[in-house]
């Protein structure tokens, strides 16, 4: 599947990951996914692949960026929008 998530609210993802969660533990089933999506990357059990730096490689889900990033933005929205209004007006005087 290539980013299933795209059109899928946070509660559409939770109910495709336990889709995903029972199609994989049938054993008859192999499920490779392209996600952004921190929510898909904590399904039980799945080998996640980085392609950052233009290889494959195993990470862990908190090593991946789009964990990072939700992460951080859920626990302190303010530094997120800090430096995200600092870029604009940076932008701005260019």
Same mark, same amino acid.
């Given at each position: 599947?290539?980013? @299933? ?5 946070? !509660?559409? !993802? ?12 049938? =054993? ?10 921190? *929510?898909?990357?904590?399904? @039980?059990?799945?080998? *996640?692949?980085?392609?950052? =730096?233009?290889?494959?490689? !195993? ?12 992460? =951080?933005?859920? $626990?302190? @929205? ?13 932008? $701005? $005087? $260019?």
């Amino acid at each position: 599947m290539d980013e @299933p998530e795209a059109a899928l609210s946070p !509660q559409r !993802q939770l109910t495709l990951l336990a889709r995903m969660a029972r199609l994989g533990a049938s =054993g008859k089933v192999q499920i490779i996914v392209a996600t952004h999506s921190a *929510i898909l990357l904590t399904l @039980p059990g799945a080998t *996640i692949l980085s392609s950052d =730096g233009g290889h494959l490689a !195993q990470v862990r889900l908190e090593d991946t960026s789009h964990y990072q990033i939700t992460r =951080g933005i859920l $626990e302190s @929205p303010a530094r997120y929008w800090k430096h995200l209004l600092r870029d604009d007006e940076a932008a $701005e $005087e $260019e």
